[in-house]
Nanobody
Framework: VQLQAFGGGLVQAGGSLRLSCAGS????????MGWFRQAPGKERLFVAA????????DYADSVKGRFTIYRDNAKSTVYLQMNSLKPEDTAIYYC???????????????????WGQGTLVTVSS
């Protein structure tokens, strides 16, 4: 599956952004999806994940209550709604996919076989 992430940009602290990740080439609902982020000079970190059917969601503690992951399999797209953004949310955000027959989520980057190109989110203070 090919993934393309978009929706990043510059936003003030306290603001909101919605990231989108569009999949193509395969049946999107066959994939568990995740969002990761990487700040300059830091390692890539898990942000959120959603099962293939959308019923199971998982979040990093740092974004719980502020970010929401959801998907529309008919549109082959997964979203990350980000509210109450903080300067420490500044990073390149990547979407990832893992083919699975089960309705589980994955929180480790090594669990994913397909990655989008990333979209930059900058939160100013």
């Amino acid at each position: 599956v090919q993934l393309q992430a978009f929706g990043g940009g510059l936003v003030q602290a306290g603001g909101s952004l919605r990231l989108s990740c569009a999949g193509s080439g395969r049946t999107f609902s066959d994939y568990s999806m995740g969002w990761f982020r990487q700040a300059p000079g830091k390692e890539r970190l898990f942000v959120a994940a959603i099962s293939r059917g959308g019923k199971v969601r998982d979040y990093a503690d740092s974004v719980k209550g502020r970010f929401t992951i959801y998907r529309d399999n008919a549109k082959s797209t997964v979203y990350l709604q980000m509210n109450s953004l903080k300067p420490e949310d500044t990073a390149i955000y990547y979407c990832a996919a893992r083919g699975t027959v089960t309705g589980v989520t994955y929180t480790r980057g090594d669990d994913y076989g397909y990655w989008g190109q990333g979209t930059l989110v900058t939160v100013s203070s």
